[in-house]
Nanobody, 115 residues
Framework: QVQVMESGGGLVQAGGSLRLSCAAS????????MGWYRQAPGKQRELVAS???????NYADSVKGRFTISRDNAKNTVYLQMNSLKPEDTAVYYC?????????WGQGTQVTVSS
């Protein structure tokens, strides 16, 4: 069983920055596809960014140029650097790990951007 835990959320003013971290347990992190998702109140959960084991990266159009996803396989950790934050980025951010046919979610971390 893989455990996934996010950290780094909080309250920030518009234009500010936050860095989210996601630590995953287990020995197969290096081959996991890691993703950050978010869910705002009343909306569906959406993909924000993902990174494969080979560091192929994908971003949602709404965050391109502002957010950066990265991973440190030695630390079993994936990061989401969020810059130029907007009020519409307010959501619970979830980390997801996909390892072969299995998928694991963290509990989520709240990000609130005030205007």
């Amino acid at each position: 069983q893989v455990q996934v835990m996010e950290s780094g959320g909080g309250l920030v003013q518009a234009g500010g920055s936050l860095r989210l971290s996601c630590a995953a347990s287990g020995s197969m992190f290096s081959i996991a596809v890691m993703g950050w998702y978010r869910q705002a109140p009343g909306k569906q959960r959406e993909l924000v960014a993902s990174i494969t084991g080979g560091s192929r990266i994908n971003y949602a159009d709404s965050v391109k140029g502002r957010f950066t996803i990265s991973r440190d396989n030695a630390k079993n950790t994936v990061y989401l650097q969020m810059n130029s934050l907007k009020p519409e980025d307010t959501a619970v951010y979830y980390c997801n790990a996909r390892i072969i046919l299995n998928e694991y979610w963290g509990q989520g971390t709240q990000v609130t951007v005030s205007s």
